[in-house]
């Protein structure tokens, strides 16, 4: 009589990586939220504006359901359609090309409008301090959790039909007269010991993978400050510019940190707080004036007699956001040439209170922004970067109309020695 419990095995251990597969990548593709934080979060929030619009209700200010996908996809050929809302959306938003996502799929871009129209602002506390976009910057380890849970309960399922299977194999044979012998214990099983050998391999494999990756990466690291410094409070409520206080980003390298010096060119006559309260990211409440005078002990500065001791001390700031040794970054080829916002690699600055690294900052992260990002070109008219004259293969394809933009992909930014030394 033939032996089919090896081929009801095959069938079921196929049958069971065909389920994960099919109903993993259903839930990927409906999970929006994910899709909203990996593609759009950057630089749009639901509710507020960023570098670009708020998202709330986009759907209803654009009827037409294939011109927002082919807007999503590739802005720039709708601009040249001469659609007139997303041409005067261009316009009110400086002329800046939205980034291009062409790898989108319609459920995927249906996800993510689905997220956005659903979306609800979270009900909290007082202001907690954190100022993170309400779009959430936590959570987002819960569809691996719920992956893995999913994946062990159909294993689970599957082991017991194996061995339901072997155990109704049996029964049939003895009735049939044909003799069998009693079955293997699961743990002396050589296929089964295989099949988890192998899956605690790839588990294993995986975490390891992904710990190797994120070495060195701190996304969401948000240490305490020595002085509770609100950008929420300075770069959004007063609306102080970020090039103020960091100069330097616009025609240097490195950002840097302002000296206490410049912290003073306000607070020698701002001497108490008397904005709306402020919470730490535990909920306690900021007293904003102690925190101006701690700023007075590091510049040594006596506030009641108005002049300075000369016991003054430098502030030591914790460091938030930071590259390996070997990556090179210059911050005014970016703000100044690539006319970059701060709030692309830093996130929403201006609703924090305690800032945070709100992007990877990773090697991928950066790579899929410069496929996407487009160079302020020189045109015929000697607008943009004159720069880019040298490029005349590329002014020769945009008058030919075999091209429409130019990303910095295009110039040299995927080439290694761009970023590494």
């Given amino acids: 009589m033939i032996d089919h419990r090896p081929i009801v095995k095959r069938t079921l251990l196929s049958a069971l990586l065909i389920v994960v597969l099919s109903f993993g990548n259903k839930m990927a593709a409906q999970d929006g939220k994910t899709l909203f934080q990996d593609n759009c979060a950057q630089c749009h929030s639901v509710v507020k504006d960023m570098t670009g619009p708020a998202l709330k209700g986009v759907e209803d200010r654009v009827k037409d359901k294939k011109l927002l996908h082919e807007w999503i996809r590739n802005n720039s050929k709708v601009l040249k359609s001469g659609d007139p809302y997303f041409n005067n959306l261009f316009k009110q938003w400086n002329n800046t090309a939205m980034s291009v996502f062409p790898s989108l799929t319609d459920p995927e871009i249906e996800a993510i409008l689905k997220y956005v129209r659903e979306y609800k602002v979270p009900v909290a506390g007082p202001d907690s301090g954190g100022g993170k976009v309400p779009d959430g910057k936590m959570g987002d380890s819960d569809n691996a959790i719920l992956y893995g849970v999913l994946t062990l309960i159909l294993a689970v399922i599957a082991f017991v039909m194996l061995q339901v299977n072997a155990n109704l194999r049996k029964l049939a044979d003895d009735k049939d007269g044909i003799p069998s012998g009693e079955p293997i214990p699961f743990y002396r099983n050589k296929t089964y010991i295989t099949l988890l050998t192998l899956l605690l391999f790839v588990v294993g494999g995986f975490y390891v993978v992904k710990g190797a990756i994120g070495l060195g990466r701190q996304k969401s690291y948000q240490p305490e400050q020595p002085i509770f410094y609100s950008h929420k409070v300075h770069a959004g409520t007063n609306q102080i510019n970020c090039l103020y206080c960091h100069g330097s980003a616009m025609e240097g390298k490195s950002a840097t940190i302002p000296s206490v010096n410049v912290c003073m060119n306000c607070h020698l006559t701002i001497n108490e707080y008397t904005g709306a309260p402020i919470h730490r ?60 916002q701060c709030q692309t690699c830093h996130g929403e600055i201006t609703a924090m209170h305690e800032v945070y690294q709100a992007s990877e900052l990773s090697m991928s992260w950066c790579v899929n922004c410069h496929r996407t990002t487009k160079v302020d070109f020189n045109n015929d008219k000697g607008d943009g970067n004159k720069f880019y004259s040298i490029y005349e293969k590329y002014h020769n394809e945009i008058k030919a109309g075999t091209r429409d933009s130019v990303t910095v992909a295009d110039i040299g930014g995927l080439e290694c020695q761009k970023c590494h030394y």
């Fill in 281 to 340: 990211e535990d909920g306690t409440e900021v007293n904003g004036t102690a925190e101006i005078q701690k700023i007075y002990a590091a510049a040594g500065y006596d506030p009641v007699k108005k002049q300075y001791t000369g016991k003054g001390k430098g502030v030591e700031w914790t460091r938030i956001h930071n590259l390996p040794d070997h990556v090179y970054f210059n911050h005014s080829q970016h703000v100044k040439a690539g006319k970059v």
